[in-house]
């Protein structure tokens, strides 16, 4: 079980982040990153395909995501559906529980180009409680130099902006971001994260951050896991709003009710889980 002090809580809400140099073994994070090349060829342990399946081709190369593949790799799924995770944000959102709204593998090659910065809660807008936690967990060995994740220091505090331009590959990925400082009268500090493989970072959902090109000789891959509160339902008024129409096919009619299978409660202060969810983790589809 992870376990954060009061002083690195304090300085995640002070900061908008909080590098952790060890949040799983290095051994299970080499496990995980074992798993890229089957599941970004099609191969799924589960049978089931994640959400989405992102694979833009250029010359340079872009950045490679798939998203929840909880649903299609259990070596995936127990990481992102721990126990351990969900309370570690759950802490630092000040929440009495967290469920799961999406994760990410991304595999950023050699050259790779940048991921835009941008607000990760601009995206989740179709819920009535946007606000996210979010753990980026770092595959390999990351370097300022190697494309790795950069924060903007305190930026969750420079308010709601737009979603941006260009999410994959802009051509300046501090575009938006430099423009909303300026406007608003705030410094941009750009922190790179670099840690070990297993280490990695927790961010507040209206932190700016992004990636920039790989200039080293060899790939970055990585899993984020984003987390809303556990009591959240749909907000109808926003389904087409960020990814909404993307996740909103899990709405069900004449309801806001945020359904359990899709977005699981991996934590809650009780004690309390999805029903079958460690089964699910155990086992498989059941």
């Known amino acids: 079980m992870l376990e954060l002090s009061e002083k690195q809580i304090q300085q995640f809400r002070q900061d908008g982040f909080l590098i952790v140099d060890k949040i799983i073994e290095p051994e299970a994070a080499l496990e995980i990153r074992d798993r890229f090349e089957g599941l970004f060829s099609g191969q799924y342990e589960t049978g089931i395909r994640p959400d989405e ?11 490679k995501q798939i998203c929840n593949a909880w649903k299609s790799d259990l070596a995936v799924a127990r990481q992102v559906m721990s126990e351990s995770m969900g309370r570690a944000c759950a802490q630092l959102g000040g929440w009495t529980g967290s469920r799961l709204m999406v994760d990410n593998l991304l595999w950023k090659p050699v050259n790779g180009r940048s991921i835009g910065f941008h ?31 950069v924060y903007v220091r305190g930026s969750h505090k420079w308010g709601e902006a737009k979603p941006i331009m260009k999410f994959h590959g802009p051509e300046d990925d501090l575009k938006e971001v430099r423009e909303w400082a300026d406007t608003n009268g705030f410094e941009l ?71 359990e299978s899709h977005f699981p409660i991996v934590y809650r202060e009780d004690g309390y889980r999805s029903p079958g969810l460690d089964e699910y983790l155990e086992k498989g589809v059941v």
């Open 53 to 63: 399946v992102n694979l833009p081709e250029g010359d340079p190369p872009y950045t």
């Open 119 to 149: 607000q990760d809660s601009m995206y989740s807008l179709w819920i009535d409680k946007p606000e996210l936690v979010s753990c980026w967990l770092a595959l390999d060995h990351t370097t300022a130099q190697g494309g790795t994740l």
């Open 189 to 259: 500090e750009l922190v790179p994260i670099e840690v070990p493989p297993g280490g990695g970072a927790f961010h507040d959902g209206w932190l700016w951050h992004g990636s920039r090109v790989n200039q080293a000789d060899v790939p970055r891959r990585s899993l984020a896991m984003h987390y809303f509160q556990d009591d959240i339902e749909y907000n109808p008024e926003k389904m087409t709003v960020g990814n909404g129409p993307i996740y909103g096919r899990y709405k069900k009619f004449g309801s806001n009710v945020v359904d």
